[in-house]
């Protein structure tokens, strides 16, 4: 890798010069600092949601008006379904900020590449995501004003 990285554009390739290394290295070192918060926040949200399910279930039980009628047990699998969701994110984020440090130590052509796949596998899944969450306000704004004119008509 060090020929790809530090050679000139004489054969079509880019280069990385140390300036550029050293904005990835600082780039893997956040990213590898954020997946290991993010894993550590959610394994707080999954104790949440098993709290919900467990301890909370006789409380919600006695205030089902408060909940509109929601048990301690859709609770607790939202916050999981919620958690499973957050990991992937999370995985990939993880590693690409590895692959990242193994690549710009050891000059390794195969783990920048998979540093990037990885990063872009990050951004493709939250684009995704975005995606359906924009597609669900749609919907929720779509049936709040038909709902609201059923209402008043």
Not at 121 to 131: E, T
Request: net charge neutral; charged share 10%; hydrophobic share 55%.
């Amino acid at each position: 890798m060090n020929e790809v990285l530090d050679n000139n554009h004489s054969n079509g390739s880019m280069t990385f010069n140390p300036e550029i290394k050293s904005y990835l290295s600082e780039v893997a070192k956040w990213a590898k600092f954020m997946a290991i918060l993010g894993f550590v926040m959610l394994g707080l949200m999954m104790l949440v949601g098993l709290a919900m399910g467990t301890f909370m279930s006789p409380m919600l039980g006695e205030a089902s008006e408060l909940t509109g009628g929601l048990s301690a047990g859709f609770f607790m699998i939202y916050f999981l379904i919620v958690a499973l969701i957050y990991f992937f994110p999370l995985l990939y984020l993880y590693r690409f900020a590895k692959n990242m440090q193994t690549a710009i130590a050891a000059d390794d052509q195969t783990s920048l590449a998979i540093s990037f796949k990885n990063l872009k596998s990050c951004y493709k899944f939250l684009g995704i995501l975005m995606i359906i969450g924009l597609a669900l306000y749609g919907v929720m704004i779509i049936g709040g004003i038909f709902f609201g004119a059923m209402a008043n008509g």
